[in-house]
């Protein structure tokens, strides 16, 4: 059974075929309208979610199929003591695939080896959010028109940020990226994805806390959230929380072709000044989010079919 847990179960060439068919999608949606008629899609969410579950919805509904599911643990047996084993074990005698949010990292691969329906994984606590890495690939590739040769910053949560976890995976399989890391010292990268991921592949990267320091190079800027539900401790999750606001002040050193993303929800941490900005590129990132979506559910259905 073939499903999605991390970003690394793709290949870079089913990648770019996954980003190929998304755009035909957005070229030629009516093509896709009836390609999953008569399929149904479960999404077990966990934990809390606008984009990625009313993504998925959408990306099956256009697809012509069937959605069904909960959008929080406490509606669900879960509430009672259910395990997430016995939880896809019966949902996969109802739909084709199940797409699931767990707070628990790991657990979406439990649940992959227990369903008899593909699993993709949509988001575990800290860990990965694969569809996410998917919808910022595709945003890349349609606002600069390249994955490769990219300076790309990551700014804010890069701890606990799943987001940046399995993007820096990602743009790793690519040729001529510069990482840089912008975040206070208490939310640095951790230090195994620096190993297990940049030096592996032998990324240059750099550490910095200085934002302003380096926007003059940023071809790419990703924004993240300081996530409260990730600290343990309150009095540090407000200390940190605004630790970067992005300005237009801020912006007025950087490249006039600068894509800025965010995977959402944004609280603080950029102005909403900027979003008229023609370089903010993270609504436009929520649509292409629907696309990538459809595309990877059609694989998958065809793959396991
Ligand atoms: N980007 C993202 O995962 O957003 P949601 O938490 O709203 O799904």
């Not at 628990?104 to 890495?133: C, F, R």
């Not at 490769?148 to 701890?159: I, P, Q, R, W």
Request: with cysteine; net charge negative.
């Amino acid at each position: 059974m073939r499903s999605l847990i991390s970003i690394l179960d793709l290949s870079v060439e089913e990648i770019d075929e996954l980003i190929a068919v998304a755009n035909d999608i957005i070229d030629n949606p009516k093509k896709y309208a009836e390609k999953c008629h008569g399929k149904k899609l479960a999404t077990l969410f966990f934990e809390p979610s606008t984009r990625t579950r009313l993504s998925f919805e959408a990306a099956m509904y256009e697809l012509g199929g069937n959605v069904l599911g909960f959008s929080e643990a406490q509606s669900s047996s879960a509430a009672k003591g259910e395990s997430v084993a016995d939880t896809v074990r019966t949902v996969s005698c109802y739909a084709d695939i199940i797409a699931m949010r767990h707070p628990k990292e790991g657990a979406p691969l439990v649940a992959s080896m227990k369903a008899t329906v593909p699993i993709i994984n949509a988001g575990d606590g800290g860990h990965n959010h694969p569809t996410q890495t998917l919808t910022d690939l595709l945003t890349i590739q349609r606002e600069k028109g390249r994955l490769n040769n990219l300076t790309v910053g990551f700014c804010g949560d890069l701890k606990f940020g799943r987001t940046v976890h399995s993007l820096i995976e990602a743009l790793s399989r690519y040729t001529g990226i510069k990482i840089i890391l912008i975040s206070p010292d208490e939310l640095k990268l951790p230090s195994y994805v620096k190993q297990d991921v940049l030096k592996k592949h032998n990324i240059e990267y750099v550490q910095t806390t200085d934002l302003e320091a380096v926007m003059p190079e940023l071809d790419i800027l990703y924004m993240t959230r300081v996530q409260r539900e990730r600290f343990f401790n309150e009095e540090d999750y407000l200390r940190l929380k605004d630790s970067y606001i992005l300005t237009p002040e801020k912006l007025k050193t950087a490249k006039s072709d600068l894509a800025i993303l965010h995977p959402l929800p944004r609280v603080n941490e950029i102005a909403v000044a900027i979003d008229d900005d023609p370089r903010a590129c993270y609504f436009r990132q929520v649509l292409n989010g629907k696309f990538v979506r459809m595309a990877l559910i059609l694989k998958l259905l065809e793959e396991n079919s």
